[in-house]
């Protein structure tokens, strides 16, 4: 089982920056799938980035690619997200996901991951 706990949202402007972590605790992260998904009002949960276990580097969605940049720390068994040029577009609910026994070709499936965060709360205003 693994708990996984958000942090670092909150309301910015267009061009601002914030970053995101999510700390995991009852298992350790280093060998697991790490990602994060958002969801705006009225809309379905979209992928946004993820690290694939340990040793492969971060995808991310296009439209975030060059802005965000995606990290962990398995020292503090936490990932980041690294938000940078935030835009009203980005205005959403940002959710932690993980699991330890995904695919790589079902990394961006929300429906892969079994264990999520609460959330945490993005606003950008132009």
């Known amino acids: 089982q693994v708990q996984l706990v958000e942090s670092g949202g909150g309301m910015v402007q267009a061009g601002d920056s914030l970053r995101l972590s999510c700390a995991a605790t009852g298992r350790t992260i280093s060998g697991t799938t790490m990602a994060w998904f958002r969801q705006a009002p009225g809309k379905e949960r979209d992928f946004v980035a993820a690290?694939?276990?340990?040793?492969?580097?971060?995808v991310y969605a296009s439209n975030v690619k060059g802005r965000f940049t995606m990290s962990r720390d398995n020292t503090k068994n936490t990932v980041y997200l690294q938000m940078d040029s935030l835009q009203p577009e980005d205005t959403a609910v940002y959710y932690c996901?993980?699991?330890?026994?995904?695919?790589?070709?079902?990394?961006?499936?929300?429906?892969?991951?079994?264990?999520w965060g609460q959330g945490t709360q993005v606003t950008v205003s132009s």
């Open positions: 690290i694939f276990r340990r040793g492969y580097s971060p």
């Open positions: 996901a993980a699991d330890s026994r995904i695919i790589l070709s079902s990394l961006r499936l929300a429906e892969s991951y079994d264990y």
